[in-house]
């Protein structure tokens, strides 16, 4: 037999107790309490808000981008900067150094040209220019402004 108590706590859903009848005497024999809980939904319910709370927290608590962020631009565009500075002197160096070894190469072109020129002026043949021997055979006049050769 199955008996429900409606005066026990209204957090009791049920009450069951079972009689078992032997004969003239009637004994208990197992009392159940079934007990509507919440408790559990209750504790996941606030945790999952806390944990809404906390994710939106997070987002919105960070704002725009954080100033790490911007010195870290900032240090890449310095970075940048410097090797194109560091870039524009390598060229500018090798450009200078281009430059000198052509005009060192004019110079020995100038230089083997001369060597050429003397060489050719010494291995040509002298030239002899006759002059007549002069006309009138009067004696040489020195006077103070002559030229003294």
């Known amino acids: 037999m199955t008996q429900d108590d409606p005066n026990l706590d209204p957090n009791l859903e049920t009450v069951r107790e079972t009689f078992i009848t032997r ?4 004994e208990t024999v197992e009392t159940v309490v079934v007990k509507e809980s919440n408790t559990g939904w209750w504790v996941a319910g606030i945790l999952g808000g806390l944990v809404l ?11 725009s981008a954080p100033v790490t962020e911007d010195a870290l631009l900032d240090a890449q565009a310095e970075t940048a900067a410097a090797q194109a500075r560091a870039d524009q002197a390598v060229i500018a160096g090798q450009v200078a150094g281009a430059q000198a070894s052509v005009d060192i190469a004019r110079a020995d072109a100038a ?5 050429a020129r003397a060489a050719e002026a ?18 040489a006049v020195v006077s103070p402004t002559a030229p003294q050769n």
Do not use: D, H, K, N
Not at 23 to 26: A, D, R
Not at 111 to 115: K, L
């Open 23 to 26: 004969g003239p005497v009637s």
């Open 53 to 63: 709370i906390a994710v939106l927290w997070i987002l919105f608590a960070r704002g």
């Open 111 to 115: 230089r083997a040209e001369a060597e």
């Open 122 to 139: 010494r291995a040509a043949e002298p030239v002899v220019i006759e002059a007549p021997a002069p006309a009138t055979t009067a004696p």
